[in-house]
């Protein structure tokens, strides 16, 4: 049975449920005299809508906002503030600027019904209201209205998805440099340094075309390239002297605890190239498998040059830092043995555009 709410009850009724929650389409009725909206109910209540009376156009506009109904039947000619002024107020509050609205009008020239139009009005109904014409008419704007209002209830969800992914990302993004800052505490150059060839190693991808869709995973191996260290004990990670080769071996194994520490983490999967293979050699005297030439992933061959160029121009707890030049003939004097041929002259010529050789 429709559900009627009488002008006794309209100023103390309350809300209907939003409309993304309805399952009856909500018509608010205006019009200054009785008998027009009874006339509107009767013809209306055989169908099952939730009916709402307004009797003057600052009622209507307030109950508009508190009921958000499907479509509102407004009569044109009301004493106070008339049918095209409700509807121009109505298409400047943006709670209700996308309300159908369908105006009833005795007045069928062309001049009315053009201000109509320019007012906001969606449609008219002429009187005397025929009642097939007004069913049709409710029923094809209550539908195209819901229809409308999933699209916007699907894109408000989908707003909603991608900012909620977009803080979990930016979240695991501050865990990943909190485990940096972990490392640092046991190496004080280690988050420094993460910084430095994290920056460079961006640059460099900038260089020579690298996807833009990639460079998040890209910071993100950088970022995470020592990861592996923390399985290094301290007495080899912070020796100050020459490490002894059952030493070098233990420090060899980091690539592969940062490979066991990060691909059970589904998220980290497209950024493991770096950590696994940073320490791979063009002509696979690398470790830790010994990969040769293009078989080494790009990711990791941008990085072998950033990180040797910063180990070589940073102080080390046994030596202290060499001279750019120094860094760049290391660099050329092993294109094609250690590192790949083709992006040392890319590199070299980046850092000379980015500061002076010493």
Same mark, same amino acid.
Request: with cysteine; net charge negative; aromatic share 6%.
């Given at each position: 049975?429709?559900?009627?709410?009488?002008?006794?009850?309209? @100023?103390?009724?309350?809300?209907?449920?939003?409309?993304?929650? %309805?399952?009856?389409?909500?018509?608010?009725?205006?019009?200054?005299?009785?008998?027009?909206? +009874?006339?509107?109910?009767?013809?209306?209540?055989?169908?099952?809508?939730?009916? =709402?009376?307004?009797?003057?156009?600052?009622?209507?506009?307030?109950? @508009? &906002?508190?009921?958000?109904?499907?479509?509102?039947?407004?009569?044109?000619?009301?004493?106070?503030?008339?049918?095209? $002024?409700?509807?121009?107020?109505?298409?400047?509050?943006?709670?209700?600027?996308?309300?159908?609205?369908?105006?009833?009008?005795?007045?069928?020239?062309?001049?009315?019904?053009? &201000?109509?139009?320019?007012?906001?009005?969606?449609?008219?109904?002429?009187?005397?209201?025929?009642?097939?014409?007004?069913?049709?008419?409710?029923?094809?704007?209550?539908?195209?209205?819901?229809?409308?209002?999933?699209?916007? $209830?699907?894109?408000?969800?989908?707003?909603?998805?991608?900012?909620?992914?977009?803080?979990?990302?930016?979240?695991?993004? %501050?865990?990943?440099?909190?485990?940096?800052?972990?490392?640092?505490?046991?190496?004080?150059?280690?988050?420094?340094?993460?910084?430095?060839?994290?920056?460079?190693?961006?640059?460099?991808? +900038?260089?020579?075309?690298?996807? &833009?869709?990639?460079?998040?995973?890209?910071?993100?191996?950088?970022?995470?390239?020592?990861?592996?260290?923390?399985?290094?004990?301290? /007495?080899?990670?912070?020796?100050?002297?020459?490490?002894?080769?059952? +030493?070098?071996?233990?420090?060899?194994?980091?690539? $592969?605890?940062?490979?066991? =520490?990060?691909?059970?983490?589904?998220?980290?999967?497209?950024?493991?190239?770096?950590?696994? /293979?940073?320490?791979?050699?063009?002509?696979?005297?690398?470790?830790? %498998?010994?990969?040769?030439?293009?078989?080494?992933?790009?990711? @990791?061959?941008?990085?072998?040059?950033?990180?040797?160029?910063? /180990?070589?121009?940073?102080? %080390?707890?046994?030596?202290? /830092?060499?001279?750019?030049?120094? @860094?760049?003939?290391?660099?050329?004097?092993?294109?094609?043995?250690?590192?790949?041929?083709?992006?040392?002259?890319?590199?070299?010529?980046?850092?000379?555009?980015?500061?002076?050789?010493?």
């Amino acid at each position: 049975m429709t559900s009627y709410v009488n002008e006794s009850q309209m @100023a103390s009724s309350k809300p209907i449920p939003e409309r993304s929650l %309805r399952t009856t389409s909500v018509i608010l009725i205006v019009d200054d005299d009785h008998n027009g909206r +009874e006339i509107l109910a009767a013809l209306l209540r055989p169908y099952h809508y939730e009916l =709402l009376f307004a009797s003057d156009g600052y009622q209507a506009l307030a109950m @508009a &906002q508190v009921h958000t109904p499907d479509v509102i039947l407004l009569d044109v000619m009301m004493p106070g503030m008339d049918g095209y $002024e409700v509807c121009q107020q109505l298409r400047s509050i943006p709670i209700t600027a996308e309300m159908p609205v369908v105006l009833i009008t005795a007045l069928d020239d062309r001049d009315s019904r053009l &201000q109509g139009l320019r007012s906001g009005a969606d449609d008219f109904i002429s009187k005397p209201v025929d009642a097939m014409e007004l069913q049709v008419r409710v029923r094809t704007i209550t539908r195209l209205n819901r229809y409308r209002l999933l699209v916007d $209830e699907r894109r408000r969800a989908e707003q909603i998805a991608l900012q909620a992914a977009a803080e979990l990302t930016h979240a695991y993004d %501050r865990t990943l440099e909190g485990w940096v800052r972990a490392l640092a505490l046991r190496d004080v150059e280690t988050e420094a340094h993460s910084q430095r060839v994290t920056a460079l190693t961006i640059q460099l991808a +900038e260089q020579i075309g690298y996807p &833009q869709e990639r460079m998040t995973h890209l910071w993100r191996g950088a970022l995470l390239h020592d990861i592996g260290k923390i399985g290094i004990p301290d /007495a080899i990670l912070l020796k100050p002297g020459k490490l002894t080769d059952g +030493e070098m071996d233990v420090i060899r194994k980091h690539p $592969e605890y940062a490979y066991n =520490l990060l691909y059970p983490i589904a998220y980290l999967h497209p950024v493991l190239n770096i950590p696994y /293979a940073h320490h791979e050699r063009w002509d696979g005297s690398g470790y830790p %498998r010994g990969l040769r030439g293009d078989a080494i992933p790009l990711e @990791a061959r941008m990085f072998a040059l950033v990180d040797v160029w910063d /180990a070589l121009c940073s102080d %080390r707890p046994y030596r202290k /830092a060499m001279s750019t030049a120094y @860094a760049e003939r290391e660099l050329q004097d092993h294109a094609g043995i250690l590192y790949d041929p083709e992006l040392v002259p890319i590199f070299i010529q980046m850092m000379h555009q980015r500061k002076p050789t010493s």
